[in-house]
């Protein structure tokens, strides 16, 4: 399709018929005769012709009119051949941008000798020059979510807008998405315009057309790190990945990072030494490295050799100051008491405690604490000397409601939700798991002479058991469940378990359980569960009941930026940060502050082998569709060839038959 003004030729490989005049002209100065006419010979003597000494020999053929129509006739069909469009009058013209705002785009291209994003720039800024000065310019940015920078009545206006927002800093780009959303919206059939270093994975509409200026550069990168604090001994881990075809050697430096806004520290502060780690990788190959750091080191930064991509050579981590998780472990049963205390000690974010604890793990319903997180081990005895009855209406006598069934074994298939964090690699395949569950005729309404001694504490944590979220499950009696109170904050954990018939104690699931609820409870104190996270990870923050009047100071500010981050509310004491972008980040909820690093870590970013060519994508336009933007002149064209045809043989005709005469 070749457009030129306010014309459009769907066709235009078809004016290579205008060789055709060519021929006509040849065919009629080499093909023509004199036609024969029969006359008296006397006729030839009535003048003497002599020849010409000099002069022109070649004589001027003149050339009947016929020839004329006849050349007419074909450019006609020529250029109803190439389908002429014309645009309507009065249709809204515009053009829509949409730009990829992946860190892949800044990769640096050895071809051009330019930064692949500055290419995308100046290739918009050539199109929208030539085809769409004083057009309506609609510019979207594809990245983690689709972003609409408006629309611009002139090109200078949204070439100053993309420069401005332009920075490519997502940790991917939803094209498909972002495509989607620009058609949906596209009521004029308006070009649609693509750019992006990779080649599109679906078949193009005809609107659209897809500029991909990637090229296949070697990289070495960062794709994942982490710091934590494991036995008192503050260690990073970093994993570097080779995603080129040759050998790499490298090295990896650690050195302490400051930021801006950090005041000046005391001159007896111990000075950090480097680190520096020699790495030698193999084509295609990751290695992972980890470092033991100094005692009380703050941020650290760490590097590797600049490449073909700037962002994946660095990443910055902030020391993860995590507090042990205080424990309270009051079974009453001893076998049981010491198997679990067996199974926190693998755990080292627990901290044995009598007093103020995080989390309670018993089998009585005497020993859970209101302002902790409650495991209860739900046996027999949990309710021990406690008589629940009702009272038959009938004959007014009470009778014994029996709130547990009597124990029972059960084996695979267990139903597990591993939509909660307490199931994660949690396997009960070869699991025996013995339990008193719950009876789900029990009934405490009704009045009773012998529920003297059952409180509304007690009625709460047996409704909070019928009431919880399953999270075990076998054929269809609750194995383990949680019941979130969002009254006060609190969560009661209720694990239904007969040690004396279970194999539970005896698999990896049970240390595992444990440590996920030991995960659980710590992700869901006050404030931030880490330091360090990467683009894309849902980052959750907490603000416990005692606090709840500071819900409305809640801020978070980007180092050096006064805009303010967004976030929402997740549940009722809980909320999410969408960390869609890297940088130094600031919490800020009532009267206390936590900080938080955002690494940009994406494998599928850094590779830049896999599918990064430079070519322009575009498919003919769909006629059927233009008719409602353009009108054809094919129809037109063919209509005048007709006329002129008719009008030919009507002259052809007539001069025959006259020389007949």
């Avoid at 315009?193 to 994975?201: E, H, I, Q």
């Avoid at 954990?493 to 040690?499: C, H, Q, S």
Wanted: glycine fraction near 2%; charged fraction near 20%; aromatic fraction near 10%.
């Amino acid at each position: 399709m070749f457009n030129f003004a306010m014309i459009t030729f769907s066709s235009p490989w078809y004016f290579l018929l205008l060789i055709a005049p060519i021929v006509l002209v040849v065919i009629y100065y080499l093909f023509r005769h004199t036609k024969i006419k029969v006359v008296s010979n006397l006729f030839l003597w009535e003048q003497q012709i002599c020849t010409n000494k000099s002069g022109k020999i070649l004589k001027k053929l003149p050339l009947p009119l016929t020839f004329f129509i006849e050349l007419l006739i074909i450019l006609l069909l020529i250029f109803a051949a190439v389908d002429t469009l014309i645009e309507r009058y009065g249709l809204q013209k515009e053009a829509i941008v949409i730009l990829d705002d992946s860190f892949s785009m800044q990769a640096f291209s050895k071809k051009n000798n330019e930064y692949i994003n500055n290419l995308a720039v100046k290739r918009l800024e050539e199109i929208l020059q030539n085809n769409h000065q004083n057009q309506k310019i609609k510019i979207y940015l594809a990245g983690q979510n689709s972003k609409n920078l408006g629309a611009f009545l002139s090109v200078n206006e949204a070439l100053f807008s993309v420069k401005d927002n332009y920075k490519c800093e997502q940790i991917n780009a939803n094209l498909l998405e972002t495509l989607s959303l620009a058609k949906k919206y596209n009521n004029t059939n308006a070009p649609i315009y693509v750019f992006s270093d990779s080649a599109p994975n679906i078949e193009l509409s005809s609107e659209v057309q897809w500029h991909a200026l990637g090229e296949q550069l070697p990289n070495v990168a960062i794709i994942n790190c982490a710091r934590n604090l494991v036995n008192n001994v503050d260690k990073c881990m970093f994993v570097i990945s080779n995603i080129s075809p040759h050998t790499v050697n490298s090295v990896l430096t650690i050195s302490q990072h400051k930021f801006d806004d950090e005041k000046i520290k005391s001159i007896k502060e111990k000075k950090f030494k480097n680190i520096k780690k020699l790495i030698s990788l193999k084509p295609n190959s990751y290695k992972k490295i980890s470092v033991k750091l100094p005692p009380n080191t703050k941020a650290i930064k760490a590097q590797i050799a600049d490449d073909s991509l700037q962002f994946d050579n660095s990443v910055i981590l902030l020391p993860n100051e995590l507090k042990p998780l205080g424990v309270k472990v009051a079974i009453n049963d001893v076998k049981c008491n010491n198997l679990v205390r067996k199974a926190l000690g693998v755990v080292d974010k627990v901290k044995i405690v009598r007093n103020n604890p995080e989390l309670v793990i018993t089998d009585s319903y005497k020993n859970m604490e209101k302002n902790a997180t409650n495991l209860l081990i739900v046996t027999e005895q949990t309710f021990g000397g406690l008589i629940f009855s009702v009272k038959n209406e009938v004959t007014n006598n009470d009778y014994t409601n029996q709130l547990l069934k009597n124990s029972a074994t059960f084996s695979a298939p267990f139903t597990i939700n591993r939509a909660n964090s307490i199931a994660l690699g949690i396997d009960l395949q070869e699991t025996i798991w013995g339990a008193n569950t719950l009876n789900k005729n029990f009934i405490l309404t009704q009045p009773s002479s012998q529920n003297k001694n059952i409180t509304k504490a007690i009625i709460k944590i047996i409704d909070d058991m019928f009431s919880s979220e399953v999270i075990v499950m076998a054929k269809q009696n609750i194995l383990l469940s949680i019941k979130n109170d969002e009254s006060d904050g609190t969560k009661n954990i209720f694990m239904f378990f007969d040690l004396n018939k279970s194999t539970l104690q005896n698999t990896p699931a049970f240390p595992i359980l444990f440590w996920n609820i030991v995960d659980f409870v710590i992700n869901r104190r006050t404030g931030l569960s880490s330091k360090n996270y990467r683009c894309g990870e849902e980052l959750f923050f907490n603000v416990n009941v005692q606090k709840n009047n500071q819900i409305k100071n809640i801020k978070i500010m980007k180092n050096g930026s006064k805009k303010a981050v967004l976030y929402r509310q997740n549940f009722a004491h809980n909320y999410l940060i969408n960390t869609n972008e890297k940088g130094y980040f600031k919490l800020y909820f009532g009267e206390d502050e936590s900080q938080f690093y955002v690494n940009a870590l994406s494998y599928n970013e850094s590779n830049l082998l896999e599918n990064k060519v430079t070519k322009i994508y575009k498919k003919d336009r769909d006629k059927t569709l233009m008719s409602k933007y353009y009108f054809s002149t094919n129809k037109i064209f063919i209509f005048m060839a007709l006329l002129l045809l008719t009008i030919h043989y009507y002259m052809i005709r007539k001069r025959e038959g006259g020389l007949e005469k």
